[in-house]
């Protein structure tokens, strides 16, 4: 039962090698993924989100390497892929839609040249074939006048309509899995909902897999079925959409949510932002990474990174206030008074 | 596009009646005459000689006479050979300089271009680092030290090229090569900066994503977008180097345009000087146009209006 997961990855461990030091970008990074599934991954920039998702399709921006773990995806051990058989699955088996529509695509080819590139690649189809086949995902896509927006260039499309653009060569080859870079980053609030919709509307249809990428909740909880937060390279909490929202066990989890503008909030009631700046990836802690920004830190969270904690088959997380039963005694109660004082002493 | 055309065109002309008056008037203000370095002629015979080709009149109406003339299409008789028009001298020399000049031209894009693009994709190694060493002598040495080393060692020591004329295409690679070594090495380094901000684009991400070759990637997707700086340059580099180099001429000693001007100037050749400056300007007047058009080819975000 090797391929009964779409996505495996497993300890995934990738550093930068920069001229100032290794920044390990990511550390044990693990989930799997099974076919049609919707994974949202959530953190805040710089958290791993993108390199998680470019890694399985070999897209890890020089001078960024794997160091460790092990990534399947569709049977592919990523790990040992050479260029060549990175070539043949993206854009085919696996492709990607980024964040900015407006300069994700080449602005002196046409919108038909771009597309059908894709399908002649990885495919058979002749230029006629693939001309047609072209014109159909823009009808698929939701674009009027395919015929005559094949021709176009992207200069002469609005924002939303590139973005289409680009999810119809991201789907071009029926991929098995999508991953959506902050889709809706650089849209208008109104057409951030048409693509949304649309992209849930396609996997309805085609039934592929998605990796949503963002870092608005809002989305992944009406999108996602699974939700992985990542915070300084980790994923801190894993687990379905209402595990996420309705039990969060992370301290940086129920941040997150907290800061969520809520339509039934009081009157003068504030938003509650995170305080502090996230960490140095060149210098990461000993212990957890969200230790000197979370107000329930203890001194143990501060030297030690906490172990897995599951909760049920799924929901999983990675931070001490869960393991009290572990050391209780042995560390009474230490407030977020004393986290100050020990922050300060360093 | 035709009223861009009409409306260049009609600036065109106004640019080339400028570059006329201006040289004109510079010409005359030049101290010395055509007929000076011509040893012991009595002055009965240079009021002959000026008169004739009137050059006893007043500044004004040599002006508005030459004008007249040219607007014809009559750019009057060499002062110094004598016997031939400027337009004939013209006809005979260019080509020369131009089939020189030409293959100059070719091979420096068909070195420049993919030289830059291979430097700017592999950045920081050492296949670059020599690329740019060379790059930088390419810019930094003079065509006269080009020439002479490559005829010394060439053409001399080894005597495996021949040094004068025109007669083989053997004769034809010390001057290209001389002619071509600036423009090469400057196209080179503008195409490799422009690739490098071209190749940090999102849509080159795009295009790896998608599982597109490294060679469709640069070759489409990239040099289509990093280009535009080199035709920039394209333009008025055609115009000088079909014009042909009085350096490399003068060294390989070809019957070419170059040589002719920096005659024509010595000698106070004023009819010559007019010529050639008129053709010059028209040739490079033409060459920007052609750019432009060919701006909106490479470009669909250029409109021309």
Request: net charge neutral; proline share 5%; hydrophobic share 45%.
């Amino acid at each position: 039962m090797e391929n009964k997961y779409l996505v495996n990855i497993e300890n995934e461990r990738l550093s930068f090698f920069t001229p100032a030091g290794e920044v390990k970008a990511l550390n044990d990074v693990s989930f799997k993924m099974k076919e049609g599934e919707v994974l949202g991954i959530v953190g805040e920039s710089g958290s791993g989100k993108s390199v998680t998702a470019y890694s399985i399709m070999g897209l890890t921006a020089y001078p960024g390497r794997l160091v460790g773990g092990t990534i399947e995806f569709n049977g592919h051990h990523i790990n040992d892929m050479s260029e060549k058989e990175f070539r043949e699955i993206r854009g085919n088996e696996v492709s990607i839609i980024f964040q900015d529509p407006m300069t994700s695509l080449n602005p002196v080819y046409t919108v038909g040249n771009q597309i059908e590139e894709v399908i002649r690649l990885h495919t058979n189809k002749n230029k006629h074939e693939a001309k047609e086949r072209a014109k159909d995902l823009l009808a698929l896509v939701g674009i009027n006048e395919p015929e005559k927006r094949l021709k176009q260039y992207p200069h002469e499309l609005s924002g939303g309509m590139r973005q289409r653009v680009m999810i119809a060569i991201a789907l071009a080859c029926e991929p098995k899995l999508l991953i959506a870079d902050e889709p809706t980053t650089a849209l208008d609030v109104t057409i951030q909902a048409q693509i949304l919709e649309l992209m849930m509307d396609l996997r309805e249809k085609l039934g592929m897999a998605i990796i949503m990428i963002t870092h608005d909740l809002g989305i992944v909880a009406s999108m996602c079925e699974k939700i992985a937060v990542m915070y300084a390279g980790k994923i801190v909490e894993y687990g379905t959409t209402d595990d996420i929202f309705y039990n969060p066990k992370h301290e940086y989890t129920k941040g997150l949510i907290k800061s969520i503008p809520r339509l039934d909030a009081k009157e003068h009631e504030r938003l509650v932002p995170i305080e502090g700046t996230p960490v140095d990836m060149l210098n990461p802690p000993a212990g957890c990474p969200f230790a000197p920004r979370c107000d329930s830190c203890m001194k143990i969270c501060l030297r030690e990174m906490p172990p897995v904690t599951f909760f049920g088959d799924v929901h999983y997380t990675q931070c001490w206030l869960n393991q009290k039963e572990e050391f209780e005694g042995k560390a009474p109660e230490e407030s977020a008074v004393e986290k100050g004082k020990e922050a300060s002493n360093e | 596009m035709g009223k861009y055309l009409l409306k260049r065109v009609i600036l065109a002309a106004v640019t080339i009646w400028a570059v006329a008056t201006i040289t004109f008037v510079l010409m005359n203000m030049v101290p010395g005459g055509p007929f000076l370095s011509e040893k012991a002629i009595s002055p009965a015979a240079t009021a002959a000689l000026e008169a004739k080709y009137g050059l006893d009149k007043p500044f004004g109406e040599r002006y508005l006479t030459y004008l007249k003339d040219a607007l014809h299409g009559d750019f009057g008789l060499s002062l110094k050979q004598r016997g031939r028009t400027v337009s004939g001298i013209i006809a005979a020399k260019f080509p020369v300089s131009a089939k020189v000049g030409g293959i100059a031209v070719l091979v420096s894009l068909l070195l420049g271009i993919p030289l830059g693009v291979i430097a700017a994709y592999k950045r920081g190694t050492t296949i670059d680092s020599v690329f740019s060493v060379v790059a930088t002598l390419g810019i930094a040495v003079p065509s006269f030290v080009v020439c002479t080393v490559l005829m010394y060692f060439l053409g001399v020591k080894l005597g495996i090229l021949p040094t004068l004329g025109l007669t083989s295409w053997k004769n034809y690679i010390m001057p290209v090569f001389a002619l071509s070594a600036y423009p090469t090495s400057y196209i080179m380094r503008l195409m490799r900066s422009s690739m490098l901000d071209v190749l940090g684009q999102d849509y080159m991400r795009t295009a790896k994503a998608k599982g597109l070759s490294q060679k469709v990637s640069l070759f489409k997707h990239a040099l289509r977008n990093a280009i535009l700086p080199v035709i920039t340059y394209l333009g008025p580099m055609v115009a000088y180097t079909l014009m042909g180099s009085f350096i490399v001429e003068k060294i390989f000693t070809i019957p070419g345009l170059g040589g002719e001007f920096i005659k024509a100037i010595n000698g106070r050749d004023y009819t010559m000087i007019m010529g050639t400056t008129i053709f010059l300007g028209t040739f490079m007047v033409f060459m920007l146009l052609i750019v432009d058009i060919v701006y909106t080819i490479v470009d669909p975000r250029i409109k021309l209006k």
